[in-house]
């Protein structure tokens, strides 16, 4: 074996030094174990050398020792000279390994690599607690000397700093990597929250609006949300934002009825500072929902100038505050709601024709609880649950005849009024179960065409006569939706045309 010259005391410590900056410049644990063995090798002219970090916990030593892939070696910390060494403090230098009782020939089996001689010290960090060893084998020529013995030291007190940054550099890394799957972990129960699911109902209407969400999910359209009040419009608005592609960037409501016209403008779009005395500059709705959603509820109720400011941000994709000279750009996903028809107003010149179609891509109906009457008890159980867990009750229920009269009530405020009523009934009910006793005056009577009591509960009539009653009721539906064309009313029933002319027959229902 050639033997490599020795390099004089002052050249090593120049050696050292470099080493050192190399070492210090890496962050990762497993590539810088890697580059002190190399230089260690070089540096003492010898064949291999590895570090050993020591595992306090689990009280073993850990290495990168070459067994051939990226495999670590793990044993027990008092086994070996790597072991004597860390638990003595010690250097011992072995000048023929197989004679030392300490040494630990299972790793020379594990590795394929036979060792003569070696030398060995403790890695101290700066407080002096010993976190590993540091260990050359097998001297090119000879043994290893006092020399070796005070450049391995040197070189073990800078890479021992080295190896601690790294290791708290990966302690970092990993609860960085923890706190990461801790937020991902709370969005996803924000996201269930107002996913699809959020929306209650098992009826055609409701489910295809659920169905209409899911399959936008991907998309960033905008979508037009109509319906009366309370009919569950901003659920709806937030279910279409936390199953996009933007679930994890804001969420931002305006009510556009909720301001006079004078403040909307700079509500929406922010304004610059000295606009009026005292005025600081704010940054708007549409910034604050940068990257996200923006919901503007009664967007019908908007005047003629801020529609034509909104159209321009949704054309050009930048605006500009109140009372600013530079043009801001902004990314956002509009999201709109109304209770107004917007194609009468469109008529009357009080909403724009290039508004209406920007805003309304897709657009989503929300039906008024009257005309839903069977999601009701699926609805008030929902909101009675809901009641319980928010207000920490141990849960409580309807009597069927509870639930009876809320079926036929009236509902002119729709699902949020229901809600309300809930959690009134929950808040006064003296026991769990809330029956006929617990109701109201208040409850809005029973609307005029409302099926009667009887048709919803099915108790006082059979159910073939419920179902005559819901048929008749849906084919009517259907012919009326598709003005009476008896084929598309015939496939949106699921019936051939022959079979809903019999029907039609059978119930007196004029085609
Ligand atoms: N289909 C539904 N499923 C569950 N909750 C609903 C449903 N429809 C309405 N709600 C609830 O009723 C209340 C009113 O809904 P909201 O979205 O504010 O109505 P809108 O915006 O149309 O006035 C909310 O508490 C909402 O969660
Ligand atoms: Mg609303």
Redesign the pocket.
């Known amino acids: 074996m050639a033997s490599m010259p020795q390099p004089e005391p002052q050249e090593k410590l120049s050696a050292i030094l470099a080493i050192s900056r190399k070492m210090n410049s890496e962050r990762d644990l497993g590539t810088l174990l890697d580059v002190v063995a190399r230089e260690a090798t070089d540096l003492l002219g010898c064949e291999r050398a590895s570090i050993f970090i020591l595992d306090r916990e689990r009280n073993e030593l850990w290495s990168k020792v070459a067994l051939g892939s990226e495999e670590i070696l793990r044993f027990d910390a008092r086994l070996g000279i790597a072991g004597s060494t860390v638990s003595t403090g010690e250097t011992i230098n072995v000048r023929d390994a197989y004679s030392d009782p300490r040494f630990y020939g299972v790793i020379d089996g594990q590795t394929g690599y036979r060792t003569r001689n070696l030398l060995a010290l403790p890695l101290r960090n700066q407080h002096g607690e010993i976190i590993g060893a540091f260990e050359v084998l097998n001297k090119r020529t000879g043994t290893f000397h006092q020399r070796d013995e005070e450049s391995l030291a040197a070189l073990a007190a800078h890479a021992a700093i080295a190896v601690e940054t790294a290791q708290l550099v990966g302690e970092l890394r990993r609860s960085q990597d923890e706190l990461v799957q801790q937020n991902a972990h709370l969005w996803r129960e924000v996201e269930s929250k107002y996913s699809s699911h959020?929306?209650?109902?098992t009826g055609h209407k409701?489910q295809q609006v659920v169905r209409l969400i899911d399959r936008i999910r991907d998309s960033l359209v905008n979508v037009l949300?109509t319906?009366?009040?309370?009919?569950?419009?901003?659920?709806?608005?937030k279910a279409v934002h936390y199953t996009s592609p933007r679930a994890r960037r804001p969420f931002v409501a305006l009510n556009c009825a909720a301001l006079p016209e004078t403040l909307l403008e700079s509500e929406l779009f922010g304004i610059e500072k000295g606009v009026a005395t005292g005025v600081q500059s704010r940054m708007g709705q549409f910034q604050k929902a940068e990257g996200g959603t923006l919901f503007l509820?009664e967007i019908g109720d908007l005047s003629l100038t801020a529609q034509a400011k909104i159209l321009r941000v949704l054309q050009e994709r930048v605006l500009e505050r109140v009372g600013g000279r530079t043009s801001i750009p902004v990314d956002v996903r509009l999201l709109a709601?109304t209770?107004k028809d917007l194609e009468s107003e469109i008529a009357k010149g009080q909403f724009r024709e290039d508004l209406y179609y920007r805003i309304k891509v897709i657009h989503i109906h929300?039906p008024p609880l009257r005309e839903i009457r069977e999601?009701i008890p699926l609805?008030a159980n929902?909101?009675l649950k809901d009641y319980c867990r928010e207000s920490g009750r141990s849960p409580m229920e309807f009597t069927g005849d509870v639930l009876r009269r809320l079926t036929t009530a009236a509902w002119p405020g729709?699902?949020?009024q229901?809600?309300n009523e809930v959690v009134r009934l929950a808040a006064c009910a003296r026991q769990s179960v809330i029956a006929e006793d617990d109701l109201w005056e208040g409850l809005p009577a029973a609307a005029a065409g409302a099926p009667t009591e009887a048709k919803v509960a099915g108790q006082t009539q059979s159910l073939k006569k419920a179902i005559e009653d819901l048929e008749r009721r849906m084919i009517a539906e259907a012919l009326q939706g598709t003005r009476n064309n008896q084929q598309q009313a015939a496939r949106i029933l699921g019936l051939s045309r022959q079979g809903l002319i019999n029907k039609m027959k059978r119930y007196g229902i004029s085609g």
């Open positions: 959020g929306i209650i109902g409701i949300i319906g009366e009040s309370g009919t569950g419009k901003e659920l709806v608005a509820d709601a209770n929300m999601e609805l929902h909101f729709n699902a949020r229901l809600r």
